[in-house]
Structures are given as C-alpha cells and as structure tokens.
C-alpha cells in the first residue's frame, strides 16, 4: 500500500502555509499557539449517528415540534450511562431525519421502526487577495466589465462553512456596504463583544450543540472567506511581497459564517458529518446564495457524505453550492466531493511567483521560491550540506531536528526534501543548529509546484526539475556551494495556468463516471486575510495559502458575481455557464500543462479548464438540470430506493422512476465507457442564453481511435429561452492501434457561433 493509499480518509482539503503534503495531516507546525476546541470524533463517547427516515402514510406535521416528537419515538427509551442526550440534531431542511447518540445494536434496531430508511455512524471531514482578480480578468470597474455589471456582488450571501472567522481583520471592513437583505434573518453569535456588520452579516458555530463561538482559531476560514468576498484592503502583503490592495472575488457581497471544524489535539481542523449537516440546514435556512465549502473526505459514498447531501437540499431552494475536490494529486482517483450537482474546483497555479533564486558553485541558475527574503542575506556562495548523505535516514531527509543535530550545518545551506513537517518547522530546525539557509527540494511526485512560504530563515524552494539539477551537481562535486538570492514578486512567468500538482485527479469511482473536476482556479500561493502576523519578522495579517481549499472560494465569489447579473440563473445553469467557457490554452497559447510531469494536463486533473469570468457572463448556450433530473441520474446509479431517498429527502421507488445511464444526465461533459462495437448514444439539450436568431455548428475534436458523430451538427434557435437537443454518437473507428482496455481517449465538443464558443471535454474510457 503506498504511503497516498495509507491517509485515504482523512485529509486537508488545503495545505497550510508551510504544509508540505497533502495527505500527511499533521500539527501545523506554526509559530502560533492555537486554542484546542477539541474537534473531530471523540471515540470515548457514545457515536453519534445520522439517521434518514420517511413519513409513513398517516404521518402529518404542521409544527417543528411535532416533527421532533416524531424523531424522538425513533429512539431507544433508555437513557445513557454518560447522562449525555441522546438527540443532537432534529433536521428539518437540509434531511429528513436527525443526528442521535446511539450504540450500534440500537442503530440496527431501529430498522424495524416503520418509517426508518438509513442510518449510518458520522465520519469526520477535513478543511481540505491582492492579484487573482486581475489574474481572471476581473479588472476594474470600467463599464461592460462582469465587476461593474454586477455591482462586485452586492447584494449576495456567500455562506462560508468552515473554520469560522477572526472578524476583527481588516478585509471584513463594511465600507461600501449596502445593508443586509431584507430576507436575512440569521444569527450573529459571539461570545465577546464583536457584533457583526454589514460585511459579516452572521456567525454561528455547530459542535454537537456543545460549542457556540464562530471565532477562527485555526485560519482557513478567515482566508477562504476573504478570498469569495473579501474587502478592498490597501497595502496588503505577505513579509512585503505581493503588495497591493486586496479584496476578494466579490467585494461587496455579503459573508454568513457557519463555523464546523474545530481544531483538535493534534491541530487539524476537522468536523462531522451532524456538525456539517446542521451548518448547512443553518445557511439554507438563512437563505443564502451560495455555499462556500472548502471541507471533505475522499471517496466517500454521495449517500452519506454530509456535503453531497447537504447540497442536494441547498439546489432544490437555488442555492449554488461550490466544494473543493481535494489535495490528493497526483494520486488518480482519491477526490472528494464529486456529487454532479455540486460546483466542484480543483486548484490551479498563477503567472506571479516570488523569486528566490539558487546559483550553484558550478555558475547554473535554479529559479525557486520564497516569502520571507531578508535584504541582508548577503547573496555569497556557502557550502552545501545534504543530511541525507551523510545519515542515510528518512528523517534526515526532511531535515529532523533530531537528525540535524548529529551534523555540523553551522554556516551552511542545507537541502531539504518536504516531508511529513511542516515547511516552516523545517527551517526552524535548520536554523536552530546554526545552518546560514535552506533550499526545500520536490521529491518527484510533488513535480513542479512550488511554494512562497515564510520560512523561518533564507530559503528557496526549488521545482523537480531543479531539486534534480541540484542533487546531481552535489553529488559530483568536491566542494559543492550554492547562494541564494532574492528578487521579488514577478509576473508572467509561465507555463501559468498549469493544475497544481497536489490538485486531485479523477477518474472517479463513485459517481458512474461524470467527469471531475469541474473547472480550476487558483489555488496555489494564494494571498488572502489571516488572523496572526506571519513569518519570522511579523507583519500585516496576511497569508499565502495553497489548496483546492484556496480555489473553491475564487468559483464562489464569481457565482456571486453571476448571480447578480443573473438573477434567473439557477444554480446547474450557473454550473454551466463557467463549464462551458472555461479556457484550456495556458498564457503562451499552449494546452494548460499538469504541474506533475509537465505534460498536458487531462480532463481528470482539470475538467472543463480554467474558469474565466467575464466569458461566463456570457456563455451562449447552457445545460439545464433540474433537482428531478438528479433523480433519474441516482436511481441508475443507485438502483436503491434507501439511498436515493436520503439525498433526495424521499420517499423515492426507483421502479416507477424513469432510470437513466450515469451519462445520459444533461452534464456540460461527456464521461463515456466504449468497448468493442458498441455504439454509446447520448442526447444533450442546449437553451439559448445569449441572442434570438444565433446559430451555431459543431466542431468535434475527436479522441484517438473514436468516432464521434453529432446529429444535427448545426442548431438555429430562433428565440432567447428556446431549448434544442441533439444526439451525440460515439463508436471505435477500429484504426490501428486499437485502443487497449483501460486507455482513456479525450477530445472536445464545441458549439460555436460567431460570438460563442460553447465547449465541453470527452473522455472515452475503453473497456
Ligand atoms: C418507549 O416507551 C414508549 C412508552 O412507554 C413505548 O410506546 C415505545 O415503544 C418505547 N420505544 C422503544 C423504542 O422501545
Ligand atoms: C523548474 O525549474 C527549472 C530550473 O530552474 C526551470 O528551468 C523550469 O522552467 C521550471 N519548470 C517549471 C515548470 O516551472
Ligand atoms: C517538470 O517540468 C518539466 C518540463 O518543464 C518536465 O520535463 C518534468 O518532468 C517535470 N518534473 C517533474 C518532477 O514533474
């Protein structure tokens, strides 16, 4: 079993400042002192399960407490030798059904119970500025551009499902700010003085009912949320880089803030699947716009996974949810959250790198990077030193203070690999043995991503490419030198966009085969509000932060920009609307290329493409779905009335619904399976968006080996609103190589009118 299969279920959906791997969850590792609030399962207590039931034909309820009477007689009479209560949560929006303190022989009692449907133990969930606004093209407030005609968002509630919030940074100013909407009617709970404002309209935290301040102790939430709609904050910086005036993607939308994770013993942030339910019940309740929610676990089962369900519940008011697909790359195939109704963002990294160079002895010039570049590290050659050389042990690889400690470093730079610690303890530890600097090396599978962090000593941290180039001069050299020199904050440096290599990579197993994930944003170095001071030199409280957690927020804040200029749109036709125009060319025109081996990227590591707003604004075409189309989709995949009817809130008889093929769902993708001399038919419908009277023809891409013929390959609508369908058909064209089984084939659908092109991957898995 490799070391990625081995943190399958736990994980950060982002890495922190200095987290170097997505999947090793360990203590942060910061400077900081973090309050423990005792997150995640407490196994010494009672397990808390959540249960789905369904009204039995009689039942009626014209008052919530009658619905929590009824939960109440699902449960076992005997009270808990802990005095505990055995309800923790009667749900009324988000499920029918509630989260209760049961054994697991009451669990399974309970299936007697007409009325019972599902139960299942909850199961933990991880928490998975001033540029990337301008870097998505959101420029200004000139006139015709999606800021302007959209009034950055006014108006719109992003609930943020997370960390909580340290409401007192800068970038929750309400300067600007119009009043809450007249539907807001939430909470703001604080235990001290803070009240909230017209920027934070609410704030509530959920912990098994034990736990009541939203305050961030942790830091993802407060960066995620300035990120959707932070602010305009001026001189925003991280150790003086990056400098500019900050602000999220919508800056004058509106932020509810549902605290779910807490941070535990061993510093990770995590929640259950009850805490996440009833943050998201609380959001649909208080009617917000759309759900920001940076939080997972990998491969888990739509049916009980507490966003999947969650989101279902917030489409059927409207809501948009937006989740991130998680940092498991580039392992294939361990994601989270890949329900087709959610809004699913993998990461992507930017043109803007902090630059801390390496030159070696031998005159060759690595480009690395790094946030903390003190103007009085002399730019000199000093000798190298590799642990690893020297003690041949895995800790000495990631630079172990126990390790370093056996070595003279005094002087130094030492070479590092990432590793289970974090980055800025790594530095620490070299610093803390007398070691001049670091350079951080990429072990092969973390590729080409670097990071910005705010070591705590000079340090570069270079690419694969480069940590190669260096291990290999080292080695060949008697007195092998390096030095490092620091130049800023550039632009333009390419292959940008490229799909960050701790992004996580489909295929997925647990959705009959739609394509994930959805679209990229960035994800990587991404500046944005923090609640401390960072760094070895302090400063303003602002971070760099890389994750999906970081690119969820970037979709957010442009759904929010969406929706006020489309009030109409409901949220598969928002979905739409970035799939379909989303770019897949990086700056230099070439296709985006995946951080992991430099190759260009597939539809399993970044989906549609990159999104880009303004084109969004004004897609043309879109795919329409309604909750009811989910319906047929899950009771193909299902074929099991239980589960269907805990998402959907049932009571669902698959036989008497009209089932359909994963694939025959009305998706701006094609996800399809080809073997032999099959012949796979499917039918899209497509509604004019853009003008009466526009037509468009169709330009098919086709994947190696297949064969793809659209029927009709050319659409005249004569009015905004009219819908069209047509049949797509794919078979093998039998050319030789035959395509082996397993191969995945990829290609593009386009519809493209004068003014519109309207794209959609394939991918065609042979089997
Ligand atoms: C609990 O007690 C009530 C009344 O005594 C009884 O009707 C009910 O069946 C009991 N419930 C269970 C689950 O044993
Ligand atoms: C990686 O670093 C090398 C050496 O500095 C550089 O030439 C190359 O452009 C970098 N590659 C990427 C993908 O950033
Ligand atoms: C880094 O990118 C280069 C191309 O720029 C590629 O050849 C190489 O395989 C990549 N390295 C790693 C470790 O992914």
Known sequence: MSMANLFLLIKFLFFFASHPIPFLVVAHGSPWSFVNEGGGIDPTKTPVFIVHVEKTRNARFTRFGELKNWYMSFLPNATLDSGEPRMVYSYRTVIRGFAARLTDEEAEDMEEIPGFITAYREQEHTASTTYTPTFLGLKGTASKTLWFDS??????????????????????????MPPPPVKWSGKCFWTNTRTCNNKILGAVAFRHRTYANPEDNDGHGTHVASTAAGNFVSNANVLQQAAGTASGMAPLAHLAIYKVLFVGPDGRSVGTDADILAGIEQAIRDQVDILQMSLGSARRAMAQSAVAIGSFAAITKGIVPCAAFGNDGPTASVLANDAPWILTVGASTVDRKIVASVTLGSGTVLAGESAYQPASFPSKQLPLSFPYKFLKTFESKGCILTELQKLNLQGKIAMCYRSSIADYDRGRNVLNVGGSGMILLNPFWQGNTTNAYEHALPASHLNGTGSKLLIDYYMNSANPTASISFSGTQFGINPAPAVAVFSSRGPSFTNGGIIKPDVIAPGVNILAAWPRPVGPIGGAHFNFLSGTSMATPHVS?????????????????????????????????????????????????????????????????????????????????????????????????????????????????FGVTLGGTTVVTLTRRVTNVGEAGDAYNVYVDEPDGVRVDVIPSRLQFSQVGEVLSYDVKFS???????????????????WISGKHLVGSPIAVTIV
């Not at 089984?741 to 386009?750: A, N, P």
């Open 557 to 669: 804040g442009i759904v929010a920009l969406l929706r006020n200029k489309h009030p109409n749109w409901p949220p598969a036709v928002i979905k739409s609307a970035l799939m379909t125009t989303a770019y897949t060319l990086d700056s230099v025109g070439n296709p985006i290329t995946d951080d992991f081996l430099g190759v260009a990227a597939s539809v399993f590591a970044m989906g549609s493409g990159h999104v880009d707003p303004e084109a969004a604004n004004d897609p043309g075409l879109v795919y329409e779905l309604y909750p009811y189309d989910y319906v047929h989709y899950l009771c193909g995949y299902y074929r099991d009335d239980a589960a269907v009817s805990s998402i959907v809130q049932g009571p669902v008889q698959c036989a008497r619904v009209r089932a359909i093929a994963p694939e025959q769902l009305n998706y701006p993708s």
């Open 151 to 176: 009034s950055m968002g006014a108006g719109q509630i992003i609930g943020v499902v997370d960390t909580g919030i340290d409401p007192y940074h800068a970038s929750f100013n309400d300067a600007g």
């Open 732 to 750: 093998l064209t039998g050319a030789i190589p035959t395509p082996v089984v397993g191969e995945v084939k990829e290609g593009r659908l386009s």
